[in-house]
């Protein structure tokens, strides 16, 4: 029913960018614009599907506020400009027009932009990076799980772990499985892919393809507690050869992740110190046994002194984290 | 004990203790004392002028729909207050908080609020806002003018009417008392799921949002079954449908959304109760909870929430521009239709406040379709006021300033609210400070209508306008202030902001965030403005002196009657003939037309139970909130025992006679100015009935208008 073959209007988003032009002033690598900086597949279909939704609606609504501006020019009282009827309220012509219009729009949106924008960056199978899957090899997989405040990426094909530190090949598709293990909240890379919700004793998805090596800032995009502002991660964009050796890298680390572990990294912790750890060797199946233990009921309480009387805490953060 | 509490409890106090009251904290501690101060103060002044009696008898224990209109308005433009400041205090936080190097105090590392205060207080300020500001607002707006706008001497349930009043102020009183006593809920102000449990939010917060919600949720459903009963009911003989004034349909429209809507609102948060006080399992992530469905339950709420907001704003923007474009609303029957369309996709549309939770491609292009259709009939409003305004003959006025301010407000979140409805889009910029700016320019266009409004039906009310140049002093400051802080919102949001941030992390957010804090300092001029504009209104109010038709160009049937509005809004029901009834007099010559013959009002007594019942909510709300069950018990039988006692008491309500009223509307006639002359001297039309004389054969028709408060 749906095709996903019909590209978006290409050119649409050249012409509607020339009034941004101000705003990316100079957009380099490191433009603080990210929403208009896309360097993942994802977030540059998002961005070109925002373009043509900008300018057909800019086109309508910067005419009315023109229209309304001229009238209320023209029809100022004592001024003369316009003819006075204060009968006039009805006009079958007009009428078609106003409903017209913006039917036309609203049809012509939620066809161009709203049904094929939603298949092409569907975050459980955007069309945008799947229907390119073949030729660019074997894609990697991530699980990651959301603590209370920390991120966990897990990489079961390399049976390894990082903490609040993302590191993936360009030029590869990602597939992200994402829990979290006690409320919910967003993962979102603002320049290379869109929000998704990482909620507790359930698994969504994502997925992300770039190919801009480089360092794109994380966040936790939904508010999860008090560590929410510091739940921040680097993600990495690496060559494929970069990607090998880092992974060969953290394989050689010390730290060892069982179940027992991980819920002893799971306990809340604000990361102040904005701590990144690495894992070599992960047991298996962690991700679905964390969210099989979340459905049965574990839960990671919030101590009082974490929310009420957080004070005395995050002075204990803080001066680790000048320490 | 049903929970296992993470703190103490006895069972006199519950969790109730004195290291529950922040005598510590450095912002609320003082603002206690201004607080006690100011309220001692207003005591004494009103033992030192003596005047309980007058407060209790014209105020605390009244039925009438005006009274309790200015009260609701003043309510709401307290908690408006409240809420700025909460805004001023994130804006403040955020500023200061800017960038890893940002340096931090009273306990917080970067900046002078803490997280769980930060949480609080953005929490508090979205309740506060859309709940128990702009709902009160617009309810006591809606309370003063649907009445009079359908000819009906008050509303169909008086009683109820002081009731709703009151458990909204029990609901006020009760978020103010979380700033003094404990702690708000730090969970945003709809509430996340599984956040709000015990487990991860163990102290009271959450619970005073639950029992505040509970409270303004059960106010506002009285509400509004008493303005669909009044608009249905107690029209005036003549007052068609047809010829119903659009704010009143507008106002209709709301209210079966807020009827319908509310009670689901009431579930939800009741099943968070449930999972809080019972150990219940509805909303948490194990045991087989689910906590989408919390979501799903508390949008369907509040997306229909959202338009019970916007369309009275709508209502009003339809009613100040033809005034002072001397024009009918162009389209009137397209109006309401795109009103009741607004109203009837309200209901499909709840999804599009979290497309991201992983929905599947055919259900988000469903509602993303859905939502982007609220886009036409209200592309059709837009349009239909910029025709009003075609062909007509304009005068800035402060009121039509805030209409049309209004209205770019609606275009300009208009534009950004079709990019938010596209998942595609929204997947970028939802949970950005993007979709806060968004949602405030459609909420300013509320406040927007709201001022414009209150300037519009001031002189009805209280019989004097107010000062135009500081109405527009303030229109300027107050716009100068959105633009000053929104614009650099927006653009925060294609930087990749995300909301509710207590420390933004990235510097490079600074300048825009300083110019925030700019603009919140000019709003805080544009509210000196308005006490200026309050302050010069009142001290020279014998010479803005309005006639009943305040602005001379009114076209709706509340301008008929005098100004002030007597109790009994008019002195005879009229005999409604036309759409624009007041237009349609002054077009007709029949402006200056007297009553000839006046019968007998009867009219609803005073109660006071009202407010005692408001008081016992309020404890009952309080009690549950820190687990006292002695008096939450109390509470609740005295409740059920006043509501059975005013049952079998009922009100005869009391009875004017008729001369006593043609005393009364004389001297009204005789103290306001001079009505001004026709503007068009034709005659008067054969077979006109300005006045219902209430003789043989029109009998019937004045028994439709008047209402009768028998029980």
């Known amino acids: 029913m749906f095709t996903r073959k019909w590209q978006p209007l290409r050119w649409v988003r050249y012409v509607a960018l020339a009034p941004l032009l101000l705003l990316l002033n100079g957009c380099a690598t490191h433009s603080i614009w990210w929403i208009f900086d896309p360097h993942g597949v994802g977030a540059k279909a998002s961005f070109d599907y925002m373009m043509i939704d900008v300018a057909v609606m800019l086109g309508i609504v910067g005419l009315t506020a023109i229209m309304i501006v001229w009238f209320m020019w023209r029809y100022h009282k004592g001024r003369n400009r316009g003819t006075y009827d204060g009968k006039w309220a009805h006009s079958t012509t007009i009428e078609v027009f106003v409903w017209g219009i913006p039917i036309l729009a609203v049809g012509f949106l939620s066809w161009a932009v709203a049904i094929n924008g939603s298949f092409a960056v569907n975050p459980y199978n955007p069309t945008v990076i799947t229907r390119h899957l073949k030729p660019h090899g074997d894609p990697i997989e991530v699980d990651v799980i959301a603590t209370d405040w920390q991120w966990l990426f897990i990489y079961p094909q390399y049976h390894m772990a990082v903490a609040n530190e993302l590191v993936v090949p360009a030029h590869t598709p990602v597939f992200f499985k994402l829990t979290s293990t006690a409320v919910t909240t967003d993962f979102f890379v603002p320049q290379l892919l869109g929000m998704i919700d990482v909620m507790p004793g359930m698994r969504t998805k994502d997925a992300l393809e770039s190919d801009s090596i480089g360092q794109y800032q994380g966040v936790a995009a939904d508010y999860c507690g008090a560590g929410t502002s510091w739940m921040l991660f680097k993600t990495h964009v690496v060559s494929k050869s970069d990607f090998a050796s880092w992974v060969h890298h953290a394989q050689q680390s010390t730290g060892n992740l069982t179940v027992a572990g991980f819920n002893r990294f799971a306990e809340p912790y604000i990361n102040i110190n904005n701590k990144v750890e690495y894992f070599s060797q992960v047991q298996k199946g962690l991700f679905n046994q964390v969210i099989l233990e979340v459905m049965h009921g574990r839960k990671w309480p919030l101590p009082m002194f974490m929310t009420e009387n957080m004070v005395g805490y995050l002075k204990k953060q803080a001066a680790e984290h000048r320490a | ?711």
């Open chain 2, 1 to 711: 004990m049903l929970v296992n509490l993470p703190g103490p409890w006895n069972p006199w106090l519950g969790r109730l203790a004195l290291s529950e009251i922040p005598y510590t904290n450095p912002i609320l501690a003082p603002l206690f004392v201004v607080v006690v101060v100011l309220g001692l103060l207003m005591v004494a002044g009103i033992t030192y002028y003596g005047k309980w009696g007058y407060l209790w008898k014209e105020w605390l224990t009244t039925v009438d729909h005006k009274k309790l209109g200015i009260m609701y308005i003043i309510l709401g433009l307290v908690m408006l207050f409240r809420g700025f400041i909460d805004g001023l205090m994130m804006r403040t936080q955020q500023a200061m908080a800017v960038g890893p190097h940002a340096s931090g105090m009273m306990g917080a590392v970067h900046g002078y609020l803490t997280p769980f205060h930060f949480g609080q207080i953005y929490s508090a300020h979205g309740m506060i806002m859309i709940l128990l500001a702009a709902t009160p607002l617009l309810v006591g707006i809606m309370n003063i003018v649907i009445p009079l706008q359908i000819g009906a001497r008050d509303m169909a349930y008086p009683y109820l009417n002081a009731l709703g009043l009151w458990i909204t102020a029990a609901a006020v009183v009760l978020i103010m008392a979380s700033l003094f006593v404990g702690d708000f809920a730090h969970n945003g102000w709809f509430g996340y799921a599984p956040i709000f449990e015990l487990a991860y939010s163990p102290g009271v917060g959450v619970d005073y949002w639950i029992w505040t919600f509970q409270l303004v949720a059960l106010g506002t459903t009285l509400g509004s079954i008493n303005f669909i009963a009044t608009i249905v009911k107690m029209r005036a003989p003549g007052m068609k449908w047809s010829r119903l004034p659009m704010f009143t349909w507008a106002s209709l429209s709301a209210n079966i959304i807020a009827l319908t809507s509310f009670p689901c609102l009431q579930v939800a948060i009741g099943l968070v109760a449930a999972d809080r006080y019972l150990g219940t399992h509805f909303f948490t992530a194990g045991f087989g909870g689910n906590l989408m469905l919390y979501t799903n339950l508390f949008w369907l709420w509040g997306h229909p929430e959202v338009y019970f907001v916007i369309l009275p704003a709508f209502g009003m923007i339809s009613e100040i521009i033809p005034t002072f474009s001397e024009k009918p609303l162009f389209g009137y029957v397209t109006m309401v239709l795109a009103t009741f369309a607004i109203a009837g996709v309200s209901w499909l549309v709840w999804l599009h406040h979290f497309f991201t939770m992983g929905m599947g491609p055919y259900v988000s292009t469903e509602f993303s379709v859905a939502t982007m259709l609220v886009g036409i009939p209200t592309g059709v409003k837009v349009f239909n006021w910029a025709f009003t305004m075609y062909r007509g003959r304009l005068t800035y006025t402060a009121a039509m300033y805030w209409a049309l301010g209004a209205l770019f407000l609606l275009l300009v979140g208009g534009l950004t609210g079709m990019m938010l409805s596209i998942p595609a889009i929204n997947y970028m910029v939802h949970n950005s400070v993007f979709v806060v700016a968004h949602f405030h320019m459609m909420l300013l266009c509320i406040v927007y209508a709201i001022f414009g409004s209150v300037i519009y039906w001031f002189p009805k009310v209280f019989g004097y306008t107010l000062n135009e140049a500081w109405g527009k002093v303030m229109f300027w400051l107050f716009s100068a202030g959105t633009a000053l802080v929104f614009i650099p919102m927006f653009m925060e949001g294609f930087m990749g902001m995300t909301r509710r941030l207590d420390w933004p992390f990235d510097p490079h957010w600074a300048p825009y965030l300083n110019i925030q804090v700019l603009g919140i300092l000019v709003y805080v001029l544009s509210i000196l403005a308005f006490v200026v504009m309050l302050y010069v209104s009142i001290r020279d109010r014998a010479q803005h002196r309005a006639a009943a038709d305040a602005w001379g160009t009114s076209r709706s049937l509340e301008w008929l009657t005098a100004s002030p509005v007597p109790f009994y809004n008019f002195a005879v029901v009229p005999q409604v003939n036309a759409r624009d009834e007041v237009a349609w007099r002054r077009e007709h010559g029949l402006s200056a037309q007297r009553a000839s013959h006046y019968d007998a009002i009867h009219m609803p007594n005073n109660t006071g139970i009202a407010i005692i019942i408001g008081g016992l909510t309020f404890v009952l709300g309080f009690a549950l909130t820190w687990r006292i069950w002695w008096l939450s018990l109390i509470s609740l039988l005295a409740i059920i025992v006043m509501m059975i006692y005013r049952s079998a008491k009922g009100d005869p309500g009391h009875v004017i006679p008729a001369e006593e009223v043609e005393r009364m509307d004389r001297e009204a006639e005789r103290t306001m100015p001079r009505a001004d002359l026709p503007r068009h001297s034709g005659g008067v039309l054969g077979g006109a009935i300005a006045y219902d004389s209430g003789a043989a054969g029109e009998g019937s028709a004045n028994l439709r208008g008047a209402p009768d408060y028998r029980p």
